[in-house]
Structures are given as C-alpha cells and as structure tokens.
Nanobody
Framework: QVQLVESGGGLVQPGGSLRLSCAVS???????????WAWYRRAPGKEREQVAR???????VYLDSVKGRFTTSRDNAKKTVYLELNNLKPEDTALYYC????????WGQGTQVTVSS
C-alpha cells in the first residue's frame, strides 16, 4: 500500500523559507520515477488547491501565486519529492500535502506551514 509522509513544515516569519519533503513508500524506485507528483495545500476555511506539479521529466508547473517563490524537485532514488518555499507570505499558511495530480493515493497527514510575525 502506498504511503505518503510529508515533513519539514513549521512556523516562520514573513520572508522566510522552508523545505518540505514527501517520502513515498509502497512502490519501487522505478515506478516512482514514472509518476507525476503534485503538492497541495489547504488553508483554514478554504478548498484544497494544487500549488506545484513535477512531471516525470522533472518539468514543473506552479500556481500563479507561488511562481518565483516555490520550487519543487524530486529524487527518484530516494522516492522523495521536495517543495522549497521562499519569500513566504502569511497567505501561504496552510497544511501542505503531496499526491498524484489525479487518481489520488490515500492522503498523508500533511505538514503545517505557518507564516506569522
């Protein structure tokens, strides 16, 4: 069974940075490399939104509001996806998750990012 474990969140001041990780288990490295991965966030009182996507060739797509500030990457050998968050803003406060763009695996617990002075 595929499991997704997100980590790296925390409390940071506006303008700060964090690096989130999503460790994937329950699949081979080879299969991991064939999957497009996405990062999502859910802010209090809002719908979940996709903030970034990394394709199998490592091309990336970003939500307009995070372009130039967030960077996603992948390490197929470690079966891990990363999301680097820079120049964080209070509106980035949310619970962050990873998953496929469609046909979701069971969701992980997420990692909380709080941006506040």
């Amino acid at each position: 069974q595929v499991q997704l474990v997100e980590s790296g969140g925390g409390l940071v001041q506006p303008g700060g940075s964090l690096r989130l990780s999503c460790a994937v288990s329950g699949m081979s490295e080879t299969f991991f490399g064939t999957v497009t991965w996405a990062w999502y966030r859910r802010a209090p009182g809002k719908e979940r939104e996709q903030v970034a996507r990394i394709l199998t060739n490592s091309n990336t797509v970003y939500l307009d509001s995070v372009k130039g500030r967030f960077t996603t990457s992948r390490d197929n050998a470690k079966k891990t996806v990363y999301l680097e968050l820079n120049n964080l803003k209070p509106e980035d406060t949310a619970l962050y998750y990873c998953n496929r763009p469609t046909i979701y695996y069971d969701w992980g617990q997420g990692t909380q990012v709080t941006v506040s002075s």
